[in-house]
């Protein structure tokens, strides 16, 4: 390999490095201070945001480990009276599950299903559009939890987080590796003005649960 060929390599590959590690830090700083552990520092009156997941592994019945310690986070909060609105956003698959999961844990408050949240992205400015004003929690890992409070900012919502405990095995080790790549990304998003994943207006589409 020609030696201004490499030279060029190594400077583009420490860009790289160096802009993925800006970035990161940068979205988890959107963390600092907002992620809560105690209930009552949470805003009363909030609306809680459950970030969608999957309960298993595609087809499988083999738990995805961030599942039950996101459905356990927001149920305890929700159940705490903080909250005057659980949104369970995603595709509509979980939004069915997540919201079937808190009544089963003895969830009562009213349940709104969001099943156009397909990405961070959409979540964020779907709740901002629906509830403007509103103070809002975010309930997932905090890994996530930092990325949605980042795009929360952008759009000057009011937000927190109340974070789920991390979930065990080795695929949520995998969901906080792939944010690392996803919080490049949503700094390209914001830059580019990128759409949302779903052509459905953002303040429409949300339907009470059962």
Not at 2 to 31: C, D, E, H, M, Y
């Amino acid at each position: 390999m020609p030696k201004n060929l490499r030279q060029n390599l190594q400077i583009s590959a420490g860009f790289l490095v160096a802009l993925g590690l800006f970035t990161n830090v940068w979205l988890w700083s959107a963390g600092v201070g907002r992620s809560y552990t105690h209930l009552e520092q949470v805003p009363p009156g909030s609306i809680l945001v459950l970030l969608g997941t999957n309960e298993f592994v595609g087809q499988t019945e083999i738990p995805t480990g961030t599942y039950r310690p996101r459905i356990a986070a927001a149920a305890e909060l929700a159940k705490s009276g903080r909250v005057k609105v659980a949104v369970v956003s995603g595709i509509e698959t979980q939004t069915f599950t997540m919201a079937r999961d808190l009544r089963a844990a003895g969830v009562t408050c009213p349940i709104v299903r969001d099943p156009y949240g397909w990405r961070t992205l959409d979540s964020v400015h779907r709740v901002a559009a629906s509830y403007p004003g509103e103070p809002v929690v975010f309930v997932s890992q905090g890994w996530h939890c930092d990325r949605a409070l980042w795009l929360a900012d952008r759009l000057q919502l009011r937000a927190c987080a109340y974070p789920a405990a991390f979930g065990d095995g080795w695929r949520p080790l995998w969901g906080a590796a792939r944010d690392l790549l996803a919080k490049p990304k949503a700094v390209w998003d914001w830059l580019t003005g990128s759409e949302l994943s779903t052509p459905q207006p953002v303040a429409t589409g949300n339907v009470p649960a059962r």
